[in-house]
């Protein structure tokens, strides 16, 4: 079956460590989208990826870093420079009329 | 990408109609209505879209007003593994850069 997978479902870090969190997409969709939530809260933007090779900044990019070498994979690297980097990590990717489909998310806690 | 208000949470009885509104009164003529949901500790789920007729699939059915300037989702006979925070998305399948925004949503409690 299609679909995005993350890894790993649970990630603890201890302050000053960079840590990537993977994922993967056999959809064959072109965008692709990492996302930050904390608890009671919606869903913010961190970066995107519209084409391999390309990305751009979201709404809190700071403290992360992206790539995007092949079409099927994004992943995430949450650096040391990121203050408050305890929360789910959630990766997307989109096609186009039907919206994105989402991964089941990566929580990540500093230790 | 223009911005949605949906009601913090309502309650439903189980078997009963759910109705959740949304306000999108900055829509733009290209912009599609999403409806997402999340289950607790999940990643978001896609429900339903429409451009400006109502539409109907196994989930739920979405009715846009005739303006366009706000829609509501209908899930027919709430169950309660239907609660879940509900998320109402406005966004253009054109231009740079397709991306959701999401705002709070509705936590929809559907009650035994």
């Known amino acids: 079956d299609g679909g995005i997978t993350q890894s790993p479902k649970y990630l603890f870090r201890k302050e000053g460590q960079n840590v990537t969190l993977s994922c993967e997409q056999n959809?064959?969709?072109?965008?692709m989208y990492w996302y930050r939530q904390d608890p009671g809260q919606g869903l913010r933007l961190i970066y995107y990826?519209?084409?391999?090779?390309?990305?751009q900044k979201g709404d809190i990019a700071e403290g992360y870093s992206v790539s995007r070498e092949k079409k099927e994979s994004f992943p995430l690297t949450v650096t040391s420079a990121q203050k408050n980097p305890t929360a789910f990590y959630l990766c997307?990717?989109?096609?186009?009329?039907?919206?994105?489909?989402f991964g089941s998310g990566t929580r990540l806690t500093v230790v | 990408d223009a911005k949605t208000t949906q009601p913090t949470s309502m309650d439903c009885a189980e078997g009963r109609a759910a109705n959740l509104p949304c306000n999108h009164s900055?829509?733009?003529?290209?912009?599609?209505v999403y409806w997402y949901r999340q289950i607790h500790s999940q990643g978001p789920q896609y429900i339903i879209h429409?451009?400006?007729n109502n539409e109907t699939n196994e989930m739920a059915s979405l009715i846009i007003t005739e303006d366009r300037k706000s829609s509501t989702l209908i899930l027919p006979h709430a169950t309660l593994r239907d609660t879940a925070v509900y998320y109402c998305?406005?966004?253009?399948?054109?231009?740079?850069?397709?991306?959701?925004?999401f705002g709070t949503g509705t936590l929809l409690a559907v009650q035994p």
């Open positions: 997307a990717s989109s096609g186009q009329e039907y919206g994105y489909t």
């Open positions: 959809l064959n969709h072109d965008a």
């Open positions: 990826s519209q084409i391999v090779n390309d990305f």
């Open positions: 900055t829509i733009s003529g290209n912009e599609y």
């Open positions: 429409g451009l400006k």
């Open positions: 998305i406005v966004r253009s399948l054109r231009g740079a850069t397709n991306k959701l925004i």
